[in-house]
């Protein structure tokens, strides 16, 4: 089965949704959100403060952030190069909303990338009109070390939970996609 190559953001999936509402008050999302003011709930403040005081824990970012500095890429370069390993060739501007860019941007990010010799563009089979960014040799290799990185980071950050607590969060984490899918699904 092909992978799809292009994916609707869901702010247009929620543009969509509510299409009559948005013309009556002539809001975006964004300005409907100012209008209505905070809403957020004791667990949404919870959840938000408890990732950020994960964030403050750099054993994660680390080998990344050395990585970065080592082969002279910014972050928005690895994100791109993941999402590139992980979907294989991808449609520039899929990649854009994958990463939350502008497809001006992501134009920069992707020049770059093939200056360095990690990607190399090409048509999408399927439609030729649309330029596709596939990961060459070199960026493959870079991959595999970003995610043996990552892996690495991840361990540490599991070894300090015991093993019914990884089940568990493992266990909401399903859920939450579940639902999440069920949602999408239901549009």
């Not at 100012?34 to 403040?45: L, Y």
């Not at 990607?119 to 030729?128: L, Q």
Request: glycine share 8%.
């Amino acid at each position: 089965m092909r992978r799809p190559t292009s994916i609707t953001p869901p702010s247009e999936l929620d543009t969509r949704s509510e299409g009559q509402d948005e013309a009556a008050d002539g809001l975006s999302p964004m300005e409907r959100l100012i209008q209505e003011g905070d809403r957020s709930t004791p667990d949404s403040r919870r959840f938000i403060a408890l990732i950020k005081e994960l964030a403050y824990f750099r054993s994660l970012r680390d080998p990344l952030a050395s990585l970065c500095d080592d082969m002279r890429l910014t972050p928005t370069q690895v994100h791109a190069l993941g999402w590139l390993g992980m979907d294989g060739p991808t449609q520039v501007g899929v990649l854009a909303q994958r990463i939350g860019i502008t497809k001006k941007t992501i134009t920069g990010v992707v020049d770059r990338l093939e200056d360095m010799g990690m990607v190399e563009r090409g048509r999408d089979a399927e439609d030729r009109r649309a330029v596709t960014a596939k990961l060459t040799h070199k960026g493959c290799e870079l991959y595999q070390a970003i995610q043996l990185m990552t892996d690495s980071g991840i361990r540490r950050l599991m070894d300090l939970l015991p093993s019914e607590d990884r089940e568990s969060l493992f266990g909401i984490i399903e859920r939450m996609i579940s639902r999440m899918k069920a949602a999408a699904s239901a549009r």
